[in-house]
């Protein structure tokens, strides 16, 4: 699908140079002499380069489509994470470099969206929200609210968050998955 140089925004996809690009960052510039552009930072989703290009207002790019799909997480071993298909019951496989830290928060029966490029899995999306427990935390030092009222905690699953002082070991919390960050206590 075109779409104009204009209408490019953070976290699209983009065909470019015959290569998948994730954009990172954009930016529209209108100097005082000249036609406006789009400066765009893009990462290759294969390559693992990052690529700064301008656009001309009036250029038109290429947006991938991608298809959507329903899984549910089922284990994983060394390398890979497994998946299945709440439908039709296909079950996948993908490599655990491609979903990163995020896949620590994976836990059995989560349902995720899997995003394909040419039946290729290129992203797995988590629920904005998931329950985690918290297995170690530091004790709490009084009168520490002049400076951060967070303190470190390590989760069950052996991700690092920062929790507020109420927190303690064993408790369950509510993580945002995208930013990996504390919500609230359950």
Known sequence: MKINAGEIRVG??????NDLWQVLKTQ???PGKGGAFAQVEMKSVNKNTKLNERFRSNETVEKASLEEIQFNFLYEDENNYFF???????????????IGDKGKLLTENLGVTISFYNDLPISVDLPNQVTCK?????????????????????????????VPPFIE????????????EYIKKI
Not at 134 to 147: C, F, R
């Open 12 to 17: 699209m996809l983009l065909e470019h140079k």
């Open 84 to 98: 299945i298909n709440t439908k039709s019951f296909d079950q996948i496989e993908i490599k655990k470099n491609i």
């Open 28 to 30: 529209h510039v209108k």
């Open 169 to 180: 070991s064993g408790d369950e919390v509510i993580v945002d998955s995208r930013s990996l």
């Open 134 to 162: 918290i297995d170690t935390t530091d004790a709490a030092l009084k009168g520490q609210t002049v400076s951060s009222s967070y303190k470190p905690a390590m989760l069950v699953n052996g991700l690092n968050i920062q």
